[in-house]
């Protein structure tokens, strides 16, 4: 710590970094960036000159053993995310890692392990957790409002939108898996949060690789990331599409996801259902609520998100630094998300259900 503010490094300086942890960082005066680290050197050496501030490296082995360091944001390819934030909390650091947590169940587990030995701060990018309208619907289910909630269906549906074709996002290698563990992940992560992250009894999924694997042949109106695509030489060997079934101690969840339907519209939500009232989010956005009192329907719009959920998370790590508080990202309960997303992966290549009770 320097002049009373926490002194952080921005590990992997690419889209989610500049585009979100940057900015939210440079906005608290609580903070400083003291290291811009990224194994491209342009990147780390832009950022230096774009925020006017902090150095680039280009090895984050070099700070690990900063005294000054307080904490680190990791924001690389989903293969380097154990490693580096392991490396990091054996060394003393705060981690605030992008999700998913990991490639793997087992990569998680690990991650935590490290957390649980080192007692530093380990938290995860599921930045829905930190908007305003999906912690009040969590409010609604809890204060029982909805009722019964028996069940939760999602929806991440877009019309051909696979981004950066053959590069990182659709090399299992780096990314872990296609559409289920880059978008599927928020949605599931989001929907546990609100329910209360209960025990998962069993899943049957379904993932396909159908719309993407000729990738020369493959038509798009627009691509994320498409500075990272390679359809000569690159890989694709992800899911663009999953299903699953889902039972729980609480609500059945059923999910329909993928980047590229041949269906031109987007639907991206998640509909809430209990026996008193719904609810549709519309993601990233506001949410509608449907329920009846003296004999009539009730349609109530809600959107009361007026606090930017990336600088609300940054905001909340830099701050249970200081106080020790456990946030909703922490390890301990996004862990469910990561066992959740492995038990739909292995159930799709195994041909069955997965009972896990």
Not at 43 to 70: Q, S, W
Not at 143 to 156: R, W
Request: charged share 25%; hydrophobic share 35%.
């Amino acid at each position: 710590m320097k002049n009373n503010k926490l002194q952080i490094a921005i590990i992997g300086c690419g889209t989610i970094a500049t585009m979100e942890h940057i900015p939210c960082y440079m906005n608290n005066d609580d903070c400083e960036i003291k290291y811009f680290c990224d194994i491209i050197k342009e990147r780390a050496d832009n950022a230096v000159k774009e925020y006017n501030c902090g150095t680039a490296v280009y090895d984050y082995h070099e700070i690990l053993n900063d005294p000054e360091l307080d904490a680190v944001s990791v924001c690389t390819p989903n293969n380097m995310h154990p490693t580096i934030s392991i490396d990091f909390l054996r060394a003393g650091k705060n981690v605030l890692c992008e999700k998913p947590v990991a490639r793997t169940y087992a990569e998680a587990l690990e991650m935590q392990k490290v957390q649980h030995e080192t007692q530093k701060v380990l938290n995860i990018g599921v930045v829905n957790r930190f908007n305003q309208n999906v912690n009040k619907i969590k409010e609604l289910i809890e204060s029982g409002a909805l009722g019964d909630v028996y069940h939760v269906y999602i929806s991440f549906r877009a019309h051909r939108a696979i981004p950066g074709i053959g590069g990182q996002f659709t090399t299992k290698e780096i990314s872990g898996g296609g559409v289920l563990i880059d978008w599927g992940v928020h949605y599931l992560d989001l929907v546990l949060h609100c329910i209360g992250e209960p025990e998962i009894l069993s899943v049957s999924g379904k993932a396909h690789s159908k719309i993407g694997k000729d990738m020369k042949n493959y038509v798009y109106d627009f691509m994320w990331a498409d500075h990272t695509k390679n359809i000569e030489t690159g890989i694709y060997d992800v899911e663009d599409s999953v299903t699953a079934f889902i039972r729980t101690e609480g609500p059945t969840i059923t999910l329909n996801g993928t980047w590229a339907q041949n269906i031109k519209y987007d639907d991206k939500f998640v509909d809430f259902l209990g026996d008193k009232a719904g609810i549709r989010l519309n993601y990233c956005g506001d949410f509608t609520m449907w329920g009846s009192a003296d004999g009539q329907i009730t349609k109530k719009n809600i959107n009361i998100d007026t606090y930017d959920m990336f600088e609300n998370e940054i905001d909340s790590f830099l701050r249970c630094i200081r106080t020790g508080e456990k946030l909703p990202s922490h390890i301990d309960h996004v862990i469910q998300t990561a066992k959740l997303m492995q038990t739909i992966y292995d159930s799709s290549d195994l041909g069955r259900e997965i009972t896990l009770q």
